[in-house]
């Protein structure tokens, strides 16, 4: 530990022991600890560095949790002040002056934890009730935001509260089950600092998950009834039966029960439950459920509570039968808890919402994989590296070489994450190929980097190339300073493979001082999309195809704290991903104020549950491996405050052209003959046509052919239009109309009377029978203004500014950074956007179909303002092209058994 991280950590844990963390306060106690003689080398520029860190982490605050629960059943509060006194003096007061002294929690934080978790044990059974109970609850967190730290706080107050028995089944993987172990050692069983005398849990497991040995290995623990037993297991059917035969061996296990309060942590609780299993039987979700039920079963007592950051999965939704939801043994149907990230978290919401994701500097986009690395491949792929990767890997070169020179190389581990296929082979291939493109790295680095003559300048033009492409706009530091930086960081990045099938030690310093930081390039599949946390990941580069949002929000592994580095964050992926993310985002912020909104009004968990089924994201959460071909399949589409939009289409030349030909039918229709010509509205150029019948609306969208997932088919869209024809029986059509050149060719189409110009994107052709643009998002940002009075934009852009205050104040938001979701405001008209959009392969290109002068791609977009209607059910048939969006349904039977033991998921 460097001595300014030392420094901090010795103010800070003052601070938060005197209950005093006002600024005068910490320049005061920061000063006092630094006139100690092991910071005499310390300079003043040092301290007030120091001084600023702990204000800033200070200044971090975190929302209180929101709670829905069941109050038909006649469950008695038994949290009594009395009973909340013992959590001052035991197992919860440790961990709690634990993250006190750790430093990077502010005080705000740390007090904010310990009330949400209070608030979360409150709702749990009564350990010192002795009839028989159960509790089933979930905890809804954000992807690496701190789910880990809250239920590690609600296992020591579970601890001090009387129960007995805790277990905590910690994923699927042997690398996240040790890490979780770790974490739960270090805060509870293990705890560094310890301020009350408390007996040390026993631990059944530790080095070792819980397999056939230890039935033999581990002398049995609940008897002598003194001190909590602990396990923390894998999600797997044999070591969760080597857990329940343990259990059954018990002398106290009488009847088939065990008369002890027990808790269960299911930490991605979403991957519990029922399922069609593609991997190996003892990864089979169905028997895992099962067993996880059988284990509760066997406690006279027992709480289950799930930690999840995607409450989208089967434990809510049964596509089958909504009565299930109820039936199903897993469904927290007694309490559902949302907790909030504190306010440095860098999740979904600041990179795909506040920021418009297709123009940002933390997303590179990939558009050269399919030649190297195709989304759609087998087992026996032989991956080669595309140039967008190579120039993900120098990027991490070149981060390592500024962690170097903002004084965080020693301290911080610094890691890139490549996810680009589920299959354990094609990942080790892959890792080979990294390391022969590394070891090129390293050999140019050791002949060149140390000398400054103009041959080896050049020979290092592609690290400068790089560097002014993703770094050198948005960063202090200059090409010279990296470049000499690198000397010193580049022979310590180490390439790993985190599978099943790899033998690899991944030992991150994670602040231990005996542990020198490491530098990790690390290549997986599964094992890297569900819980495990990769250390101070910068550098991302993902290639998965998947539509399943609970999936790719696990594959999120780069969302959680960067403080000190968060400008060095590189996201690749491709523009699909981009689009699906953005989506799913807005999906999550929706779905965290709707936990607030059933809060106040006192809803249960069964209607939380089936709200999470009435969004459009159903489309791609229903279990699709379950559907048989051509099954009829009912599902709930609710487009209300939704944006939607055509970024992909048929790549057939007639439909094209159809297409083109009945938007230029509708344009005709609305304008009349009348000589109109385009207009800026907000900033948007094009022509608006307001109060439009639903007749036109319906006819056009009937007619269109789009292969975009959301408005493919379109049968679902045009019934949830259908019924609301009072809310949008009227519609605006804007038709989008650039006025000058962009970086491709400008021109402009006749329609009637009409002159319209065209939008040049780039062309994507993703296979035979789609294409796609790039940017992959149609509409600029703004384009919801239109049609709304300057009056109704102004009043939602102080509203928003109102809600953000505090953020915007702390620099974290800008004051223009609002999202056009704002202006989807109750009782406007829906919005119709036409876009008529030229392609180009590059600048140089011609125009794609560039024998047609009377022809664009037509494309549209459509802003849903909020509704006042419950969702209903729309049942159509679902056949194999609309299942294919699950990367499993490309698959023949005998490659889906391929895929046993594989990474995959």
């Known amino acids: 530990m460097d001595l300014k991280t030392t420094l901090l950590k010795l103010s800070q844990g003052y601070l938060h022991q005197v209950g005093n963390t006002y600024e005068d306060s910490i320049e005061t106690s920061v000063r006092f600890n630094a006139n100690a003689p092991i910071f005499s080398k310390l300079c003043e520029e040092d301290i007030q560095e120091v001084i600023l860190k702990i204000q800033e982490i200070e200044g971090i605050e975190m929302d209180m949790c929101s709670l829905i629960e069941d109050e038909s059943d006649d469950f008695d509060e038994w949290l009594t002040p009395e009973r909340k006194q013992l959590l001052n003096e035991g197992y919860w007061d440790n961990y709690e002056t634990l993250l006190s002294r750790k430093g990077g929690f502010s005080d705000n934080v740390i007090t904010t934890l310990g009330l949400d978790t209070e608030k979360i044990i409150s709702k749990c059974g009564d350990p010192e009730n002795n009839k028989l109970w159960d509790r089933k609850g979930l905890v809804i967190g954000s992807v690496q935001s701190g789910k880990t730290a809250n239920y590690i706080g609600l296992i020591t107050k579970a601890a001090d509260l009387g129960y007995k028995v805790i277990i905590v089944i910690a994923g699927r993987d042997n690398n996240l089950r040790q890490q979780t172990q770790k974490r739960i050692n270090d805060g509870f069983i293990k705890p560094t600092s310890v301020v009350n005398d408390v007996k040390t849990p026993s631990s059944i497991t530790d080095k070792f998950d819980f397999d056939s040995p230890a039935l033999q290995r581990i002398a049995f623990k609940l008897e002598k009834d003194e001190k909590p037993v602990v396990a923390v297991v894998k999600k797997n059917t044999n070591v969760l039966n080597n857990l329940k035969k343990y259990f059954a061996s018990s002398k106290l296990h009488r009847n088939g029960k065990i008369n002890l309060p027990m808790i269960m942590i299911d930490d991605e609780a979403d991957n519990a439950s029922i399922n069609t299993k593609y991997g190996k039987d003892d990864d089979d979700p169905t028997k895992i459920n099962k067993d996880i039920r059988e284990i509760l079963n066997t406690f006279t007592r027992s709480s289950y509570v799930g930690y999840t950051a995607t409450p989208f999965a089967n434990i809510f939704i049964d596509p089958d039968d909504q009565n299930e939801m109820i039936g199903g043994d897993l469904f927290p149907r007694n309490f559902i808890t949302r907790i909030s990230p504190p306010t440095n978290y860098f999740g979904p ?8 994701p297709f123009n940002s500097k933390t997303i590179c986009k990939i558009t050269d994989n399919e030649d190297y690395l195709p989304l759609k491949h087998k087992k026996s792929l032989d991956p080669k590296i595309p140039n967008s990767l190579k120039e993900s890997i120098i990027s991490f070169y070149l981060v390592n070489a500024i962690f170097y020179l ?37 050999n140019l680095l050791r002949h060149n980097i140390f000398l400054e003559n103009e041959d080896s300048l050049n020979r290092l033009k592609k690290f400068k190339e790089v560097f002014e492409k993703y770094y050198s706009k948005n960063i202090k530091e200059s090409w010279y ?10 022979l310590r990045i180490e390439i790993k493979s985190i599978n099943q099938e790899s033998s690899d030690p991944v030992e991150y310093k994670d602040g231990d001082s005996k542990i020198r930081a490491k530098s990790y390039i690390v290549i997986g599949g599964h094992s890297l999309s569900r819980g495990f946390t990769v250390h101070g990941l910068v550098i991302t580069y993902i290639l998965r195809n998947t539509q399943m949002c609970d999936t790719l929000l696990q594959m999120g592994r780069w969302f959680g704290y960067r403080d000190g580095y968060e400008d060095l964050c590189r996201i690749w992926m491709t523009l699909n991903a981009i689009d699906f993310y953005q989506f799913i985002a807005e999906e999550v912020d929706n779905i965290n104020e709707q936990v607030k909104e059933m809060e106040r009004l006192k809803k249960s968990p069964l209607e939380f549950g089936l709200m999470v089924r009435d969004n459009p994201l159903s489309l791609y959460i229903t279990a699709l491996n379950k559907m048989g071909v051509g099954e009829k399949r009912s599902i709930n589409v609710a487009l209300s405050s939704k944006f939607i939009e055509t970024t992909t289409l048929p790549k057939d030349r007639k439909i094209l052209i159809n297409n083109f030909n009945i938007t230029k039918n509708l344009i005709l229709k609305l304008a009349k003959n009348k000589p109109l010509k385009p207009e800026r509205h907000f900033g948007s150029p094009g022509i608006l046509f307001k109060n439009i019948n639903l007749d036109f609306i319906e006819e056009y969208l009937n007619e269109f052919q789009s292969r975009s997932p959301m408005t493919n088919p379109i049968y679902a869209i045009r019934k949830y239009i259908t019924a609301r024809t009072d809310e949008l029986g009227i519609w605006d059509v804007f038709i989008t109309s650039p006025l000058k050149k962009s970086r491709y060719e400008y021109r402009t189409i006749p329609i009637g009377n009409i002159s319209i110009g065209t939008s ?3 062309l994507i052709i993703e296979s035979d029978e789609k294409i796609k643009f790039a940017n992959g998002k149609i509409s600029g940002r703004g384009i919801e203004k239109v049609g709304l009075s300057e009056e109704e934009v102004s009043e939602a852009i102080h509203d928003w ?11 974290e938001l800008e004051e223009d950074a609002y999202p056009d979701s704002i202006f989807r405001k109750k009782g406007r008209r829906p919005l119709l956007v036409i876009h008529f959009i030229d392609l180009f392969k590059d600048r140089e290109s011609p125009r794609f179909s560039n024998d047609l002068d009377d022809f664009a791609h037509a494309t549209w977009s459509i802003s849903f303002p909020p509704t006042k209607y419950e969702q209903e059910q729309t049942e159509y048939i679902v056949n194999k092209t609309w299942r294919q969006t699950n990367f499993f349904d490309i698959l023949e039977t005998n490659e889906i058994n391929d895929l046993k033991g594989s990474d995959g998921n």
């Open 349 to 356: 919401k600041k990179i795909f919402i506040d920021e418009d």
């Open 406 to 442: 903002r004084g965080i190389y020693e301290t911080k581990d610094i890691s890139m994450m490549i996810n680009v296929s589920l299959f354990t082979a094609v990942q080790e291939q892959l890792k080979l190929e990294i390391i022969r493109y590394k070891a090129k790295i390293d």
């Open 481 to 490: 300073e990296v470049k000499n930086a690198i000397k010193e960081t580049y």
């Open 760 to 762: 040049g994107r780039q």
């Open 801 to 811: 500014r109102d809600a953000n205050r505090t953020r915007i104040n702390k620099k």
